[in-house]
T-cell receptor
Framework: EDQVTQSPEALRLQEGESSSLNCSYTVSGLRGLFWYRQDPGKGPEFLFTLYSAGEEKEKERLKATLTKKESFLHITAPKPEDSATYLCAVLRPGGSQGNLIFGKGTKLSVKP | DVKVTQSSRYLVKRTGEKVFLECVQDMDHENMFWYRQDPGLGLRLIYFSYDVKMKEKGDIPEGYSVSREKKERFSLILESASTNQTSMYLC?????????????FGAGTRLSVL
């Protein structure tokens, strides 16, 4: 069964304390992996797309990496405004319309 | 910037009512999606549409229907609302065909069925 599993479910960090969020997936023939950020009461906001193992993308304090079985979202020296739920998703195999399979997310809290 | 607009942020309905959730996108995207999001369950795909008047079932279509009469508008219909349909509903759109497949989301509609 195609699955996306995110860990941990929740993560509390002190401001400036770097860490990583994990997204492991079991799909045949990965065609794309996506990271989104979701603030409370809002829709997900696109962050990154990764397509092949070894690929990396960066945006401010965030860096996403991809291996053949998982992706990491590294957060360097986080600030309170980085607090949000981070969602990982993969393109559903076999489909052509861009359907995504989402993980359940990691809720990140960064305390000042 | 891509804009996906959902007609209501909050909605309260009674059991048995027919409910319409509307979504409009302004980027001429072919694909549109409806999800529901529940604590502990994540985002689950209800229906999607890849063209006007075309629709396909997602993972949890039971109790829902959709309508896409114009390219920019995708409606989710709860024929007879039930309390287990209380949830956050999210609409998204994306371009097709493209390798990027980035979905852009609306702000969501929080529906309470009493």
């Amino acid at each position: 069964e195609d699955q996306v599993t995110q860990s941990p479910e929740a993560l509390r960090l002190q401001e400036g304390e770097s860490s990583s969020l994990n997204c492991s997936y079991t799909v045949s023939g990965l065609r794309g992996l996506f990271w989104y950020r979701q603030d409370p009461g809002k829709g997900p906001e696109f962050l990154f797309t990764l397509y092949s193992a070894g690929e990396e993308k960066e945006k401010e304090r965030l860096k996403a990496t991809l291996t053949k079985k998982e992706s990491f979202l590294h957060i360097t020296a986080p600030k309170p405004e980085d607090s949000a739920t981070y969602l990982c998703a993969v393109l559903r195999p076999g489909g052509s319309q861009g359907n995504l399979i989402f993980g359940k997310g990691t809720k990140l809290s960064v305390k000042p | 910037d891509v804009k996906v607009t959902q007609s209501s942020r909050y909605l309260v309905k009674r059991t048995g009512e027919k409910v319409f959730l509307e979504c409009v996108q302004d980027m001429d995207h072919e694909n549109m999606f409806w999800y529901r999001q529940d604590p502990g369950l994540g985002l689950r795909l209800i229906y999607f549409s890849y063209d006007v008047k075309m629709k396909e079932k997602g993972d949890i279509p039971e109790g829902y229907s959709v309508s896409r009469e114009k390219k920019e508008r995708f409606s989710l219909i709860l024929e007879s609302a039930s309390t287990n349909q209380t949830s956050m509903y999210l609409c998204a759109s994306s371009v097709f065909p493209t390798a990027k497949n980035i979905q852009y989301f609306g702000a969501g509609t929080r529906l309470s069925v009493l």
